[in-house]
C-alpha cells in the first residue's frame, strides 16, 4: 500500500463548475471528521465536499459521501480511483462550487473522478517500511566524516551532543553493513527498536 505524507490540491474547472479536489493524510480514522469540518470552513461558500476515504493497512476501511450530490456520482467515483491506485490512509475531499450548468448523473461521476485523478498524479507517495534503528556513539573530531558517510547510506533521526555525540539512524536499505568502513572508529554501535522508513513509492 502506498501513502501521502502531507495535504495536497488541485482546482479544476469544467462547465463553469469549479471542483477542488484536497487529499489529507489520516493517522486516524477520527482525522476524518476533522479534515472536513477544515475544508468547510477554508471553502464556506462551496455547494458540496464529497469526499471518500481509505484507512487500516489493507485498505479494509472504507468511506464514501455524496453530500447533496446525486446517489453514487460523487463518493464511490472518488473512492474507485483511490483504490485504483493502492492507497491507504488518505481521505479525499472534492470541493464543488456550482457554475449553473448542470452535468447530468454522468458528468458528475466524470467530474469528480477526473478532479481525484489529476491529483493522485500530482503528489508523491511514500512506502512505510518497519526497519530496525541503531545508535553510533563517536567523539567529536569525527562529525564531519560521519556526516559525510551517512549522507546517501541513512536517515538520521536525533542527534545528541554530550560528552560524546550520539545519532540515532535508520539506514535506506536497511542493511547495517554498509558502515563496515568506518565501524572501527566508533566508540559504540547498537541497534535499538523497530521504526518506520518512508520509502518513495
Known amino acids: 500500500m502506498r501513502y501521502i505524507k502531507e495535504k495536497a490540491s488541485i482546482q479544476i474547472e469544467i462547465n463553469k463548475s469549479v471542483f477542488i479536489a484536497v487529499f489529507y493524510p489520516l493517522e486516524s480514522q477520527d482525522d476524518i471528521s476533522y479534515y472536513l469540518d477544515q475544508v468547510k470552513h477554508e471553502y464556506p461558500k462551496a455547494n458540496h465536499y464529497c469526499n471518500a476515504s481509505i484507512f ?65 498524479k500530482d503528489v508523491k507517495f511514500y512506502q512505510k517500511k518497519f526497519v530496525p534503528s541503531y545508535e553510533l556513539e563517536f567523539d567529536y573530531p569525527l ?39 568506518i ?9 535499538l527498536s523497530m521504526e518506520i522508513l518512508w520509502v518513495e513509492a
Not at 153 to 173: D, G, M, R
Open 56 to 120: 487500516g493497512e489493507h485498505g479494509e476501511q472504507q468511506t464514501a459521501h455524496d453530500d447533496g450530490e446525486p446517489s453514487r456520482t460523487a463518493g464511490i467515483p472518488i473512492l474507485e480511483v483511490l483504490k485504483h491506485h493502492d492507497v491507504t490512509n488518505i481521505l479525499c475531499v472534492v470541493v464543488r462550487f456550482f457554475g449553473g450548468i448542470k452535468l447530468g448523473s454522468g458528468g458528475l461521476v466524470r467530474a469528480y473522478t477526473k478532479a481525484t485523478a489529476d491529483l493522485i
Open 143 to 181: 562529525i564531519n566524516l560521519i556526516d559525510h558517510y551517512l549522507e546517501n547510506k541513512a536517515t538520521v533521526l536525533e542527534k545528541n551532543f554530550l560528552t560524546t555525540v550520539t545519532y540515532k539512524i535508520l539506514f535506506n536499505e536497511d542493511d547495517a553493513s554498509v558502515i563496515t568502513d
Open 183 to 191: 565501524k572501527h572508529q566508533l566508540i559504540d554501535f547498537k541497534q
